[in-house]
């Protein structure tokens, strides 16, 4: 097998914790990466305005993990969607820039009356250019965001030092149930966050559903780069 060269992961400029499972943590994965953090821009940015001046940010950062050598790229925020195609543009290698890619995936895999669920860090920071972004107006989706939780929407958003991971969970927990309580025909979930994929086994077992996040998107696009040999 050829040397693998790393997942570059386009990072936040941040300073809550990054546990197991979160896509900011290296130890979250099964291959090697490079992390490039985009220096003052935080998730306060997100609460404030989502316009273009973040692009050329973004695109410099991914140009350089690409002089760097990673075999593709990635991010630590769902909400970053908006800038996939002009990201793409600026590299030769693939860009996976937020878990919201699985939405059609998502889609396809369910019967025609089924809708696609999306749980956001903030139903109202999550709108009509993202689902453009990643093709997915025309699909059937259900959003539910974690601003009435206690912990994990305040965590994130205002960039907290400390996570009560217990806590977190339950938000999460509880979001997916409402979630499939108000919504009885969602097949699938997709969590946009990349700091809720330590929580994707909890809600999967809460709701019974199919469960993607950043981790599943980012693997299965790894694996497709360094397939495994059979004979």
Same mark, same amino acid.
């Given at each position: 097998?050829k040397?693998?060269?790393?997942?570059g992961?386009?990072?936040l400029?941040?300073?809550?914790p990054?546990?197991?499972?979160?896509a900011?943590?290296?130890?979250?994965?099964?291959f090697?990466?490079?992390?490039?953090v985009v220096?003052?821009?935080? +998730?306060?940015?997100?609460?404030e305005?989502?316009? !273009?001046?973040?692009?050329?940010?973004?695109?410099?950062?991914?140009?350089e993990?690409?002089?760097?050598g990673?075999?593709? @790229?990635?991010?630590?925020?769902?909400?970053?969607?908006?800038?996939?195609?002009?990201?793409?543009?600026?590299?030769?290698i +693939?860009?996976? @820039?937020?878990?919201?890619?699985?939405? +059609?995936?998502?889609?396809?895999?369910?019967?025609?009356?089924?809708?696609?669920?999306?749980i956001?860090?903030?139903?109202?920071?999550?709108?009509q250019?993202?689902?453009?972004?990643?093709?997915?107006v025309?699909?059937? @989706?259900?959003?539910? $965001?974690l601003?009435?939780g206690?912990e994990?929407?305040?965590?994130?958003?205002e960039?907290k !030092?400390e996570?009560?991971?217990?806590?977190?969970?339950?938000?999460?927990?509880?979001?997916?149930?409402?979630?499939?309580?108000?919504?009885?025909?969602? $097949?699938?979930?997709?969590?946009e966050?990349?700091?809720?994929a +330590?929580?994707?086994?909890?809600?999967?077992?809460a709701?019974?559903?199919?469960?993607f996040?950043?981790?599943?998107?980012?693997?299965?696009i790894?694996?497709s780069?360094?397939?495994?040999?059979f004979f």
């Amino acid at each position: 097998m050829k040397a693998q060269a790393p997942m570059g992961i386009i990072m936040l400029d941040t300073q809550f914790p990054r546990i197991p499972g979160d896509a900011g943590g290296a130890e979250t994965w099964d291959f090697p990466v490079i992390y490039k953090v985009v220096k003052g821009i935080t +998730p306060q940015f997100f609460k404030e305005d989502q316009d !273009k001046k973040l692009l050329k940010v973004l695109q410099d950062a991914a140009q350089e993990l690409e002089r760097e050598g990673v075999a593709a @790229i990635t991010s630590t925020c769902g909400l970053l969607a908006i800038y996939q195609q002009e990201i793409a543009e600026t590299v030769k290698i +693939p860009v996976l @820039i937020s878990s919201l890619l699985q939405i +059609p995936l998502a889609y396809h895999l369910l019967s025609k009356d089924q809708k696609v669920g999306v749980i956001t860090i903030d139903s109202r920071l999550l709108g009509q250019e993202h689902l453009k972004a990643i093709g997915g107006v025309s699909i059937p @989706i259900a959003i539910i $965001g974690l601003e009435s939780g206690q912990e994990l929407n305040c965590a994130i958003l205002e960039n907290k !030092k400390e996570l009560n991971i217990v806590q977190a969970e339950q938000d999460m927990v509880g979001a997916a149930r409402r979630l499939v309580e108000e919504n009885p025909t969602v $097949g699938a979930i997709v969590l946009e966050c990349a700091n809720m994929a +330590p929580y994707a086994t909890a809600v999967q077992e809460a709701v019974c559903r199919p469960v993607f996040d950043i981790t599943t998107l980012a693997n299965f696009i790894y694996q497709s780069l360094y397939r495994q040999r059979f004979f």
